[in-house]
């Protein structure tokens, strides 16, 4: 990975190839994402971000996501949307890696607004902004 948050996706290979792989690829603003590698049998328990959406797109390989209790396929080339509070978990059932890129979006609350526009204004003058 670079300072811009790239990373060929289609290339990694986990350092080993036991437990789940995390990549951060970027964090910007109310974005994130990062790269997500399960091996053969790995699962991520069942969990809920109360205040991120959650996009997963399949890279390669293929597992199940569990979402409020029912399975959903996960082969290369899915796509699987999780809005935020929603209960869901991922499981490798293959026996090969599953690699998942997953971009979280935090929400925005009315009670954010005064630092959306303060950055706003700061990035319009070209001052620091976070």
Known sequence: MNDFGQLNI??????????????N?????????DLVVLPPGAQIATHRHENAHEL????DGAGTFIVVGRPVSGEAGKCVF???????ALRNDGDAP???????????YPRHLGKLVGRAIRKRLGLFYS
């Open 10 to 23: 289609k290339s990694y290979q986990p350092p080993h190839l036991y437990g789940v792989h995390h990549v």
């Open 25 to 33: 690829l970027y964090h910007h603003e109310e974005t994130t994402a």
């Open 56 to 59: 997963f797109d399949v890279v």
């Open 82 to 88: 999780i809005p935020a509070g929603t209960e869901h």
């Open 98 to 108: 599953w690699t998942v890129r997953v971009t979280y979006q935090n929400r925005i």
